[in-house]
């Protein structure tokens, strides 16, 4: 079946930049996401990549496919104490049902 | 609109008891999707509507779970005879035809 990978924890200095990783195991994935969740709360869309893609760039945040490795990456840009959080790499195949990985709990240090 | 939105928020129940929640999509979403969230966990599909027909069910909805969509709006997802292992934050997503799904907050469901 599906299977996404993520690392558990990022620890990075505000004004840095992140770099959140995510590997995919399924070969026909269409699209690819990445989420935001706050304690306690829902998810938040960031943003998303078409399975055609190489890069998308979005303000801050910079997503790098390479569909070859099966690889994803989410770079957050000039890291703010309000991008703690814990963010979701997902993955949806040819159906409608998308699969998530464990989630990467990112804290930015002031 | 105001995006997803799920009630209740927060539900604590014995155990063996049933309980319903209830979902609501952004207006213009034919598609709407339950997922499971455990701690330190993802969230896991359950189960997918396109308007009001239940188009794929995950194998981790078990018999006791039920979810309805009645008009093609609002859905209930119903866990009857709960148990603690149903001790999980439900979520509701719902997407157009661009199939990008939005989050409501969930329901966090507590079973003692």
């Known amino acids: 079946g599906e299977d996404v990978e993520q690392s558990l924890f990022l620890s990075v200095r505000e004004g840095d930049s992140s770099v959140i990783n995510c590997t995919y195991t399924?070969?026909?994935?269409?699209?690819l996401y990445w989420y935001k969740q706050e304690p306690g709360a829902g998810l938040q869309l960031l943003t998303y990549i078409f399975s055609n893609m190489d890069m998308k760039q979005d303000q801050r945040l910079t997503v790098l496919l390479n569909k070859n490795d099966k690889h994803l990456s989410l770079r957050i840009a000039d890291t703010q104490t309000g991008d703690s959080a814990i963010y979701f790499c997902?993955?949806?195949?040819?159906?409608?049902?998308?699969?998530f990985g464990t989630g990467t709990k990112l804290q930015v240090i002031p | 609109d105001t995006g997803v939105s799920q009630d209740p928020r927060h539900k604590i129940t014995k155990r063996g008891q049933n309980v319903t929640f209830r979902c609501d999509p952004i207006s213009e979403h034919n598609r709407l999707y339950w997922y499971r969230q455990t701690l330190g966990q993802g969230p896991e599909f359950l189960t997918y509507f396109q308007n009001e027909a239940q188009l794929e069910k995950s194998r981790l909805l078990s018999d006791r779970f039920s979810a309805e969509r009645p008009k093609g709006s609002f859905s209930t997802l119903e866990i009857q005879r709960t148990e603690q292992g149903d001790s999980a934050m439900y979520l509701c997503a719902s997407s157009a035809i661009t199939d990008t799904q939005y989050f409501g907050p969930g329901t966090r469901l507590t079973v003692l």
């Open positions: 997902a993955e949806r195949g040819g159906y409608q049902k998308v699969t």
């Open positions: 399924d070969s026909s994935s269409t699209y």
